[in-house]
């Protein structure tokens, strides 16, 4: 449908396609239906035609943001020295990819693996699925920081080294989505939404709700399908600003957007700011100690910017009710 600076967007059913409002992406009305069952198969590729896969199938990273995984392989040479970590946790962590990779996709996963070695046989590969003391917590999913713990090395150091592509970083939603573009030939055109339900009291039902939904197709069917009472929905996790919807006026799926969608019987209470009790919560809470109590109390300079990975940790944990979060916005930009 659309290939633009690297950039590639498939039509994956009949339908309308228009801008968004903020002009960044295309948003697709479905006219039509399409599904598709694709067996598994074994292919074979070199560089050049993992890379002409990649394209094909639209494939994106969903690690790191607006990053095209042709244009991202492209960055590292065959003939290089550089590590590659495979990483079971997703940027939002979301749902459990490593557990539905390694049941439904484990043969599909382990050629994924070897072809790695094949075609970047210099490269060192750190694989963390299946080690059984990695339990997630958040922010474990967001790079930097995955690999600030998992090579004792600071945040600003594996950030550069993310930037300056020493590492080749794999999340297992952007695995998940490599393995069926290169073994089952389906683009990207689907992806998953999990569904969490809030109730009056602010209780979270954990009970795993997905949905593995095509691009552009219309969210009507969960408020529909849904006990009644849930009367607001926020595409937005506790870790984000939250941004209230009516559940009658959700929409349609946007694959580069939507990854989950929070169900509350009542509208969330907005945050009231009072003012800063010097609890030192948010440093105590920050996992890269970036310090970010300086920014409430106006000294900037002593903010440390280059650790700070804006995980929202700082701004959930303020018992003052004070958004951090948009103090670091405004130090970042």
């Given at each position: 449908?659309?290939a633009?600076n690297g950039k590639?967007?498939?039509?994956?059913?009949?339908?309308?396609a228009?801008l968004?409002?903020?002009q960044?992406?295309f948003?697709i009305?479905?006219?039509g239906?399409w599904s598709?069952?694709s067996?598994?198969q074994?292919?074979?590729?070199?560089?050049?035609t993992?890379?002409e896969s990649?394209?094909?199938?639209?494939?994106?990273?969903l690690?790191?943001?607006?990053t095209?995984?042709?244009?991202?392989f492209?960055k590292?040479?065959?003939?290089?020295?550089?590590k590659?970590?495979?990483?079971?946790?997703?940027?939002y962590?979301h749902?459990n990819?490593?557990?539905m990779?390694?049941r439904?996709m484990?043969v599909a996963?382990?050629?994924?693996f070897?072809?790695?070695?094949?075609?970047?046989?210099?490269a060192e590969?750190?694989?963390f699925?299946k080690?059984?003391?990695?339990?997630?917590e958040h922010?474990?999913?967001?790079p930097?920081?995955?690999?600030h713990?998992?090579?004792?090395?600071?945040v600003?150091q594996?950030r550069k080294?993310?930037v300056?592509?020493?590492?080749?970083?794999?999340g297992g939603?952007t695995?998940f989505h490599?393995?069926?573009?290169?073994?089952?030939?389906?683009?990207?055109?689907k992806?998953?939404?999990?569904?969490?339900?809030?109730?009056?009291?602010g209780?979270?039902?954990?009970?795993?709700?997905?949905?593995f939904?095509?691009n552009g197709?219309?969210?009507?069917?969960i408020p529909?399908?849904?006990d009644?009472?849930?009367?607001?929905a926020?595409?937005?996790t506790v870790?984000?600003e939250?941004?209230?919807?009516d559940?009658?006026?959700?929409?349609?799926f946007?694959?580069?957007?939507h990854?989950?969608?929070?169900l509350y019987?009542?509208?969330?209470?907005?945050?009231?700011?009072?003012?800063c009790?010097?609890?030192?919560?948010?440093?105590?809470?920050?996992?890269?100690?970036?310090?970010?109590?300086?920014?409430i109390?106006g000294?900037?300079?002593?903010?440390?910017?280059?650790?700070?990975?804006?995980?929202?940790i700082?701004?959930?944990y303020c018992p003052?009710?004070?958004d951090i979060?948009k103090?670091?916005?405004?130090v970042?930009?």
């Amino acid at each position: 449908m659309l290939a633009h600076n690297g950039k590639k967007v498939l039509a994956p059913v009949n339908g309308v396609a228009s801008l968004t409002a903020d002009q960044k992406f295309f948003q697709i009305k479905q006219d039509g239906s399409w599904s598709t069952t694709s067996p598994y198969q074994f292919r074979q590729y070199d560089l050049p035609t993992l890379l002409e896969s990649f394209d094909e199938g639209a494939l994106y990273s969903l690690d790191l943001l607006e990053t095209p995984l042709k244009d991202y392989f492209q960055k590292f040479s065959k003939d290089s020295t550089f590590k590659i970590v495979l990483s079971p946790f997703c940027r939002y962590q979301h749902l459990n990819f490593e557990e539905m990779i390694l049941r439904d996709m484990k043969v599909a996963y382990q050629a994924f693996f070897e072809l790695l070695q094949i075609i970047f046989p210099k490269a060192e590969i750190s694989n963390f699925f299946k080690v059984p003391s990695l339990d997630f917590e958040h922010p474990d999913g967001i790079p930097e920081y995955f690999l600030h713990r998992q090579f004792h090395e600071p945040v600003f150091q594996t950030r550069k080294s993310l930037v300056n592509h020493e590492v080749l970083f794999l999340g297992g939603e952007t695995i998940f989505h490599i393995l069926r573009k290169l073994y089952y030939n389906e683009p990207f055109t689907k992806r998953h939404l999990a569904v969490f339900l809030v109730d009056r009291k602010g209780r979270m039902d954990v009970e795993p709700r997905r949905f593995f939904l095509t691009n552009g197709q219309s969210l009507a069917f969960i408020p529909a399908n849904l006990d009644k009472r849930y009367k607001i929905a926020s595409f937005e996790t506790v870790f984000e600003e939250v941004k209230p919807l009516d559940v009658t006026s959700l929409g349609y799926f946007n694959i580069y957007e939507h990854y989950s969608i929070t169900l509350y019987e009542k509208l969330p209470a907005s945050r009231k700011e009072f003012s800063c009790i010097d609890c030192m919560e948010c440093n105590n809470y920050c996992p890269t100690h970036a310090n970010p109590v300086q920014l409430i109390k106006g000294k900037t300079e002593e903010f440390e910017k280059s650790l700070c990975i804006s995980c929202g940790i700082c701004t959930v944990y303020c018992p003052s009710g004070i958004d951090i979060r948009k103090r670091i916005e405004g130090v970042l930009v």
